[in-house]
């Protein structure tokens, strides 16, 4: 009976470990893991808006924001990094036609699954006769990505850009980016946000006017952001701009940035609340000072090259696993390899 009742321990002890291994903290603050605080739910906006507030969710992968009109699900920015009581994005509401307007979070988790949060109902008022064509801001925050290396890539010039890249390591990221051609009149470049696997990469950027593209290669570090231009063969040794840059600041409210483990993180969402009523976002002139870097990001490249500094960049992937979970796991095998050798023993001699 006695023996039984130990096969049963270790049965619960077996349990036990799996639930360890496979499960990743909670990071979620809030309901399921998405609080907007700005806009509010039936605010009046127009020009550019910050939008505030957590994203956050166990598995996080990314999060892609959307605004929905009724008709269309309208895709703003994606974001690689949580945000706890802070600044998620800027929303240039010139781009979109005077109505009304739902809040959309869909968060995409580890194991590629989405779920999609509704957030609140906000009406856009501009008084333009038609929306501008192309914002005036680029809308993410950079944030650095939790185990992973993060990058925008932006397109510059007149002309479609495509870049592949890949890693000759294993189990890394690889893909491809299709940039649109800058519009003459576009007071930013068009670019696209990506996270990786830190490690070696290389590919390719071509112009899709080109006959042979710009080869790179690159190490990416993990906590670590980068930019790359494309500014085609007329920018000469400025043709492709890559390298690390300052992430942008956090609010400074925001713990999103902080360990998974560290008990500073975590904020209910009465605090988040009263984060957004202390006017945790952007002012008005940063905001606009984040623009002018964003509208100057051609220039930068030029002079930067000339400069003769080296360059990298990094692509897209996964998060690195968090080894505690594989350190319990070996612990615990242990442990059952002594109470099997125990009860092995104690069986042999009863059938002696």
């Excluded at 400074?252 to 993180?265: E, V």
């Amino acid at each position: 009976m006695k023996i039984q009742m130990w096969r049963y321990f270790v049965l619960a002890l077996a349990v036990v470990l799996v639930g360890a291994v496979g499960t990743t903290p909670a990071l979620a603050q809030g309901p399921e893991g998405v609080i907007i605080t700005s806009p509010a739910d039936g605010e009046t906006v127009s020009n550019v808006v910050v939008v505030t507030g957590a994203i956050d969710f166990a598995d996080f992968m990314k999060y892609d924001f959307f605004v929905n009109n009724g008709n269309n699900m309208i895709w703003v920015a994606t974001g690689y990094s949580p945000v706890i009581n802070g600044n998620i994005l800027r929303l240039d509401t010139k781009t979109l036609i005077d109505g009304n307007y739902q809040v959309v979070v869909r968060k995409v988790t580890t194991d590629s699954q989405y779920t999609d949060f509704y957030g609140p109902n906000f009406t856009v008022s501009n008084g333009l006769s038609a929306p501008n064509p192309f914002p005036e801001i680029e809308a993410t925050f950079l944030y650095p990505a939790p185990g992973k290396a993060t990058m925008r890539v932006r397109n510059c010039t007149g002309e479609g850009v495509f870049i592949d890249y890949a890693s000759p390591e294993g189990f890394k990221s690889s893909g491809e980016i299709s940039l649109s051609p800058k519009p003459q009149d576009g007071p930013i470049c068009p670019y696209a946000d990506i996270a990786l696997v830190p490690g070696e990469y290389r590919g390719t950027a071509k112009g899709e006017a080109q006959i042979a593209g710009v080869n790179f290669m690159f190490d990416a570090a993990a906590g670590k952001v980068y930019e790359m231009t494309y500014n085609g063969p007329t920018a000469g040794a400025g043709q492709l701009y890559i390298a690390e840059r300052q992430p942008d600041e956090r609010a400074g409210t925001d713990t999103g940035g902080l360990d998974a483990q560290d008990p500073n993180r975590m904020q209910d969402e009465s605090q988040i609340q009263a984060g957004a009523d202390a006017g945790a976002e952007f002012t008005t002139d940063e905001a606009a000072a984040a623009d002018s870097m964003a509208g100057d990001s051609t220039a930068k490249s030029e002079s930067t090259a000339e400069a003769g500094k080296e360059t990298m960049l990094p692509v897209s992937g996964q998060a690195a696993q968090p080894q505690t979970p594989f350190a319990i796991a070996a612990a615990a095998l242990i442990l059952l390899m002594i109470v099997g050798g125990v009860f092995a023993i104690r069986r042999g001699k009863q059938a002696a």
